[in-house]
């Protein structure tokens, strides 16, 4: 049966790499559900956030076919309770049903959301956290008919370890290129 799987992959800053990793996806036919790209804490190197609904068996055989990418540094996947993520979103709101029905003010203040502008026609709203906090809130809103417009992040995340595997990785190749040299 099929899981969301959250794929870490880590990359040096070179164009077409993105590309590279999405065609392992195509392949397979699997889908990505989110991606995120950012700079990663080691210098030079690149974080791509994935997720995707799969078998256990087609992640482990996504995670090989990205690591054989020449440019790919790493690939490891995850479980929910494997790692920490979050996700943020914008909603616009009308200004003038949010005056009028005070039911709406109720449902952000209950979800935790932030108004991070206001105007006679709209009003911007924020809300960071998991993938079901932020469809709670749009489908609360959107059932009243309040929301205008609405746009989610990809999921960002950290893993439960102490420490990043990628640094581990890195010093262990580091290492063994130190042996050879000798």
Do not use: W
Request: proline share 2%; aromatic share 6%; with cysteine.
């Amino acid at each position: 049966m099929p899981s969301l799987y959250t794929i870490l992959v880590y990359s040096e800053n070179i164009a077409g790499v993105l590309n590279q990793i999405t065609a392992v996806f195509t392949r397979r036919q699997v889908n990505i559900e989110s991606l995120n790209v950012c700079a990663s804490s080691t210098p030079g190197v690149h974080k791509y956030t994935i997720t995707c609904y799969c078998t256990e068996e087609m992640v482990m055989m996504l995670k090989k076919q990205i690591e054989k990418r020449i440019d790919v540094l790493q690939a490891r996947y995850y479980r929910d309770e494997d790692i920490f993520m979050l996700e943020s979103s914008l909603l616009k709101i009308s200004t003038s049903t949010m005056l009028k029905n005070q039911e709406v003010c109720r449902i952000l203040r209950h979800h935790g959301a932030r108004i991070v502008e206001v105007n006679p026609t709209y009003t911007a709203v924020e809300k960071t956290g998991t993938t079901e906090d932020i469809l709670g809130l749009f489908e609360d809103l959107n059932q009243m008919g309040a929301v205008r417009q609405f746009a989610r992040s990809g999921r960002i995340c950290i893993t439960r370890d102490t420490r990043e595997q990628l640094d581990e990785y890195l010093e262990e190749r580091e290492k063994g290129r130190d042996k050879e040299s000798k």
